[in-house]
């Protein structure tokens, strides 16, 4: 029964959700511990090929995953952003309205050039206020030199807060 729904789904040539460069709203506040955000930094395709290797046979409902693709009965899939990783289950509980889940790897878009140093150095410096580590600022700007949407939110936001530190 789930096969054909998401066969139905799939057929419908439901298009993904895009989130603008410049969403009004988009705060600079991160997200809480455990929230689910709509998805901001990919472009996905309604195919499979972001997911090579991958085998949908070794995803339990126990499985943990940044990205899930949520079907609903009355309208198109939502696709969110989960930190920390979500189970099925907490995505089923955070979606009451949801008929289905299943977790996705996004595939992103080409920059169309390099990051500039002054757009790394902003995003350095914003991602460093809103308290993220080392690490995850490495993890940043790695992600802002392959994905253009990931480079395009950073930088906005980046732009949105006046830091007086560190710039």
Do not use: Q
Request: charged letters at 30%.
């Amino acid at each position: 029964m789930l096969d054909d729904l998401l066969t139905t789904l799939e057929r419908s040539g439901s298009d993904t959700s895009v989130t603008p460069c410049d969403p009004a709203e988009v705060t600079a506040k991160p997200a809480s511990i455990k929230a689910c955000t709509l998805v901001t930094s990919v472009t996905s395709e309604n195919n499979d090929a972001g997911n090579d290797g991958a085998n949908p046979n070794e995803c339990g409902l126990a499985s943990f995953s940044h990205w899930w693709r949520i079907h609903y009965r009355d309208r198109k899939p939502e696709e969110v952003s989960c930190t920390p990783p979500a189970t099925y289950e907490e995505i089923m509980a955070w979606r009451p309205e949801a008929i289905a889940a299943e977790p996705f790897k996004p595939i992103p878009r080409k920059p169309d050039g390099p990051l500039s140093a002054d757009d790394e150095a902003r995003i350095r410096a914003w991602v460093r206020y809103i308290g993220e580590t080392e690490e995850g600022i490495s993890e940043v700007i790695d992600r802002c030199h392959i994905d253009a949407d990931a480079r395009c939110f950073h930088i906005e936001m980046a732009r949105k807060v006046v830091i007086t530190e560190g710039f």
